[in-house]
């Protein structure tokens, strides 16, 4: 006790020598938790290629009912978040206590939108009866559409800005995507495409996006947590780990969206 | 000495910091509809490449700049790269990998649950 070094910050841990050896070594653990969080992730990609390799056309069918407007929506979203936590650690390395709480906010405001904005599409893909299996009984993935969907056939569906395609008729072509999806090719493989692969692909789908949108919601308790911290004075100039390894995290989570936005929506 | 290191380093963040982290947001923007763009265009078997191109790229913008690799020291930036690198050798041996397997076998199991 008495060799400590009288020095040294409150905030050292004692088994660090000094203020750099513990940046060093903290920085480094948080970077192994990333190669950790890029192998999970890297995971669930592999299912994805695989399924992919194996089911092409039921990947291109199964993302034709997916609005890459509100995909991209979300990538600027999130990407705007990525910017306001930048902000947020650059106003730490200035001390600026305010600095650090309101660009957390306006983070946490942004990922609330980012989730709202899922929130819409995972309701989309119930009323169009997309949710693989049968986890909601009365309304249980049903390729062809349900009754009333195919009724509506033909009509514009609001909700998503898409049309219905009505696979039971002789492909209907043109209503499903504007541009490259609508192709003759497209409607030919889209007729052919084994439902069981289209629910593989949603699935995924709900599967990536849904462990994406999990992260988020613990990133949104911390960025909570940060933000008591920084109001009762816990960081200064020197001393501001949270926030900078809170950043590392959310930066990390928007990379796996700019993978998940082009291989769920642009295919 | 230090002073003046510590001095410059917060002119740098300053000069650069905020207006260079402007700069990247813009330009992760700019290739984000330039992806959307680009799957409007058939390269066919090129298609999944492009998109992929694009956001590695993107990638490597987000962990250069934002995530401040630039400036960490190497051994943090390797930390990185296994990541990714091994999933990129996982990824490379599915693809390899995709012949002489009974497709049926999964979905088989699947509908047993009922689909």
């Given at each position: ?267 | 000495?230090s002073e003046?290191n510590e001095h410059n380093e917060e ?105």
């Amino acid at each position: 006790m008495s060799h400590e070094n009288t020095d040294a910050p409150p905030y050292q841990q004692h088994f660090f020598e000094n203020m750099q050896q513990q940046n060093q070594a903290t920085m480094f653990g948080i970077w192994l938790f990333m190669a950790q969080e890029i192998l999970f992730f890297g995971g669930l990609f592999g299912a994805y290629t695989w399924y992919r390799i194996n089911y092409p056309e039921a990947y291109e069918a199964g993302s034709s009912w997916l609005d890459p407007k509100l995909g991209l929506l979300n990538t600027v979203v999130l990407i705007a978040s990525s910017l306001t936590v930048v902000f947020s650690v650059h106003a730490a390395r200035q001390g600026r206590k305010n600095g650090i709480i309101l660009w957390l906010v306006a983070t946490l405001i942004l990922g609330g939108v980012f989730m709202g904005i899922k929130t819409v599409e995972y309701g989309a893909k119930y009323d169009h009866s997309l949710i693989p299996g049968k986890i909601f009984p009365e309304n249980p993935f049903n390729w062809h559409g349900t009754k009333e969907q195919v009724e509506a056939a033909g009509h514009a569906d609001h909700s998503t800005g898409l049309k219905y395609y009505d696979k039971a008729s002789e492909g209907t072509k043109g209503n499903i995507k504007p541009g490259a999806w609508a192709s003759d090719t497209y409607v030919k493989k889209t007729q052919v495409a084994e439902p069981k692969g289209i629910q593989i692909y949603y699935c995924l789908y709900f599967a990536m996006t849904g462990m994406h949108a999990l992260h988020m919601i613990i990133g949104a308790g911390i960025i909570i947590w940060i933000c008591i911290l920084a109001h009762r004075g816990r960081f200064n100039k020197e001393y501001y780990p949270h926030v900078e390894y809170f950043g590392l995290y959310w930066h990390f989570v928007d990379i796996v969206w700019i993978f998940l936005f082009p291989l769920l929506y642009l295919i | 000495m230090s002073e003046h290191n510590e001095h410059n380093e917060e002119h740098d963040d300053h000069e650069h910091g905020v207006g260079g982290y402007v700069i990247v947001f813009v330009a992760l923007m700019v290739l984000s509809i330039i992806t959307v763009m680009a799957s409007y265009v058939d390269f066919g078997p090129l298609n999944i490449v492009v998109a992929v191109f694009i956001a590695v790229v993107k990638a490597a913008i987000v962990l250069t700049f934002f995530m401040h690799l630039k400036e960490s020291p190497k051994i943090i930036t390797a930390c990185a790269v296994a990541g990714f690198l091994f999933v990129a050798v996982m990824l490379s041996f599915l693809g390899a990998d995709n012949k002489g397997y009974e497709i049926e076998t999964v979905p088989q199991a699947w509908s047993e649950l009922g689909w």
